[in-house]
């Protein structure tokens, strides 16, 4: 079975990565293996807008893992991530590509002024780290309200999702 190198980028909150790694390989045809990648993402802060800009840093991953034939690498971050046509993103992919990355900056209750509250983080990067790595199997956006592909804006939106696919996008990553 191909491979998720599932690499963070900074010391990440415990219980975090066996459970991003178990949602992944229960809903995933892949096995995912803990890398860690020497990837700094200060190279892609931008000093402008105060957040680092996702896409040259899906690059990096990319290019530091050198992954194998079907091989995908999922960089998890606590920076806040951008691409220039919007204020945030939660994370990006590269569509039928090796490369994903999400941040967990805005799946934080503590960035909207709420207690923290480890589990819910925790559950919330399970949908975001599907919703990221179903984008390399070349899924796009889906309308069903309670996929894992379906596009969040929000966090609350996150919430709405569940930490699987529905039946039309299971089906497409065979
Ligand atoms: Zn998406
Ligand atoms: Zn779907």
Known sequence: MPRLLL???SALDRGLIPAVAEGIEA????TV???????????????????????????????TAGPGEGDRILGVTEG????????????????????AVFSLARLRPTFYGLPPDPSLLIERAVKEAL???????????CRNPDCAMRASTNAGEV???RATLC???ARLVG
């Open 159 to 161: 919430d709405l999702k």
């Open 131 to 141: 919703h990221e790595v179903g984008h390399t199997f070349g899924l796009v956006h």
């Open 80 to 99: 806040d991530l951008f691409i220039p046509i919007l204020t945030f993103v939660f994370g990006e992919a590269q569509v039928g590509g090796p490369g």
């Open 27 to 30: 809903v995933l045809p892949l």
């Open 167 to 169: 039946s039309e996008c």
């Open 33 to 63: 293996e803990l890398a860690t990648l020497p990837v700094d993402p200060e190279e892609v802060w931008d000093e402008e807008r105060g957040q680092y800009h996702s896409t040259p840093l899906l690059d990096l991953l990319v290019k």
């Open 7 to 9: 690499s963070p980028l």
